[in-house]
């Protein structure tokens, strides 16, 4: 098998460049949601309102989740290269007409979630009370609409990332609702209603959307009845209704979280979404990016060399991204209660006393983004190579175990159980990934698995000195709420730069790729030998 060639300089330059954007706009949308989140907290703390509009949120995310959109944009996608490569003109035809459809179905959902929304949110947060449920239907019913913007911005992604526009995909989905939903919240103030937050929410969310229909309006054109009577549209459909058993057991799966959250004490569950969104920035801005880029390029390596070439490229992403994550997800672990003391220690939460719930939550929260991040490319890998039913296959059991365990585990450790569930999924889904994989990817045994682990192995000993030192350190410094806030700034500065310092003389004492790792996003495109400005589409990413 022939390996794929090396991009010339200009196309290497376009590559870093898209990446770069990519980057840039994932740490932007994650950062400015933080803020918002931050200003919530600020205004709102974390109590009966709070867990109301969480939950209404919460709710939206399982229907969406539900919908399965990003699985449909992933199968999509090497479909729609094909289309295009064999004829331009009506590729692109074929996609304007699907997202067509889409957002007729869309509608449809959309006005169900709105009539149904007290239905949903009894069947989904039982343990809400009367008032309590009551407001997160209110909040959901202003929240519905969204589900149009959101699902024609995913599916558009497929003409973006096949022209690797990275920037303006996460441009127009994350930065630009990121940073409207923050500066509304930011003008209304003290003034804002928990009501006003869902329809800055709406709002955020269509501003995205919008946008891109300005800049690329060609994404309309297109026959719905053509694009659904086509043979390559109905196939990706049916790859995706494959999908149904995955369906089934995440309706469960998130149907058992949004009960558990429902039966915390008040302002518990805010705590928990609290520190998911400090892991959100994270995962927002390394590994979404990393799967994101990787996966065009995987398909492209699959098809100039196939299944063993596909492999060897994931092999070295999986250890790049461990190099980077592995650390970083320790480092906020130790960290998470003074970052929770710098981002919410004032205002209604600071009065409410939620700060030790939120890092604890953060703190497990860590583990899920480490392993959540291998998951994500693994199963870019599993779309590039044409696997996409063990992605369902394992999907069914993670999230059916979540389903039947997670319930039991918040009645019998609270937040903890909540939380530690979600983790204990991305890990069961990690071991059953591995265990199942074709053998030519080398992902277990043989040379290349072997390769794989002590890569993995050296990044975890690296880790752990930087580790030992943190610990030393804070212990003796006492509790952040005793600091103002520049010492907790102080404080998390000088402890980062410690352990940065000793992790990368260590790891790269040991071999561990931590160069590489810092580099992986521009390796994904660079060294995959993908050649960007070869594509010739319109579209989005996940």
Request: hydrophobic share 55%; no cysteine; net charge positive.
């Amino acid at each position: 098998m022939n390996s794929p060639a090396a991009p010339g300089n200009g196309e290497g330059s376009a590559a870093v460049r898209g990446v770069a954007l990519l980057a840039l706009g994932m740490i932007a949308a994650a950062v400015f949601g933080l803020l918002f989140q931050s200003l919530l907290s600020f205004f709102f703390g974390a109590g009966s309102e709070t867990d109301a509009f969480f939950m209404s949120v919460s709710i939206f995310a399982f229907v969406s989740k539900f919908l399965m959109l990003g699985q449909l944009k992933s199968i999509a996608l090497p479909v729609y290269g094909r289309a295009l490569a064999e004829e331009p003109v009506a590729g692109r035809a074929l996609l304007g007409g699907m997202l067509k459809a889409s957002l007729l179905s869309l509608s449809v959902v959309a006005l169900v979630v709105t009539v149904s929304a007290p239905l949903l949110v009894r069947v989904l947060a039982p343990g809400f009370g009367d008032e309590s449920s009551a407001l997160t239907a209110a909040l959901l019913r202003i929240r519905a609409p969204a589900l149009l913007f959101a699902g024609f911005v995913t599916l558009a992604r497929i003409a973006l990332e096949h022209r690797s526009e990275f920037g303006l995909a996460v441009f127009t989905q994350k930065v630009v609702p990121a940073v409207s939903a923050f500066a509304l919240l930011w003008l209304l103030g003290e003034r804002a209603t928990i009501s006003d937050v869902a329809w800055i929410g709406l709002g955020s969310a269509g501003a995205g959307a919008i946008l891109l229909l300005v800049v690329r309006p060609a994404l309309l054109r297109g026959s719905t009845l053509a694009a659904l009577r086509s043979g390559r549209v109905r196939g990706a459909l049916r790859d995706w209704a494959r999908f149904s058993q995955s369906t089934a057991a995440t309706f469960f799966g998130e149907w058992a979280f949004r009960v558990g959250a429902s039966i915390l004490p008040v302002g518990m569950f805010s705590a928990v979404l609290y520190g998911r969104m400090v892991h959100d920035v994270m995962h927002g801005a390394i590994n979404d990016p990393a799967s994101t880029v990787t996966l065009p390029h995987l398909a492209r390596a699959h098809e100039s060399g196939g299944v063993q070439t596909a492999g060897e490229l994931l092999r070295r992403r999986v250890l790049q991204l461990v190099a980077v994550t592995a650390p970083l997800a320790t480092l906020v672990a130790i960290l998470a209660p003074w970052i929770v003391a710098i981002l919410f220690g004032r205002g209604r939460f600071a009065e409410d006393g939620m700060q030790g719930a939120t890092a604890l939550a953060l703190a497990i929260f860590t583990a899920g983004f480490l392993v959540q991040g291998v998951n994500q490319l693994l199963f870019a890998g599993a779309y590039a190579i044409g696997a996409s039913e063990r992605v369902n296959g394992v999907n069914v059991i993670g999230h059916a175990g979540r389903a039947l365990l997670l319930i039991p585990l918040v009645w019998a450790f609270g937040l903890v159980g909540l939380v530690g569930a979600q983790v204990a999924m991305n890990v069961s889904v990690l071991v059953l990934v591995i265990a199942t994989w074709p053998a030519e990817l080398g992902l277990r045994g043989g040379d290349h698995g072997a390769g794989l682990w002590r890569g993995v192995g050296r990044v975890a000993l690296a880790v752990v000195p930087a580790a030992a030192l943190a610990l030393a350190v804070l212990g003796r410094i006492g509790e952040p709420m005793t600091h103002g806030l520049g010492g907790r700034l102080l404080v998390v500065t000088a402890v980062t730069l410690g352990f940065v310092v000793i992790y990368v003389v260590v790891a790269a004492w040991l071999g561990a790729p931590v160069r590489e790792g810092w580099t992986a996003l521009r390796g994904a495109l660079g060294q995959s030998g993908m050649d960007p400005a070869a594509s010739d589409s319109d579209a989005f990413a996940p």
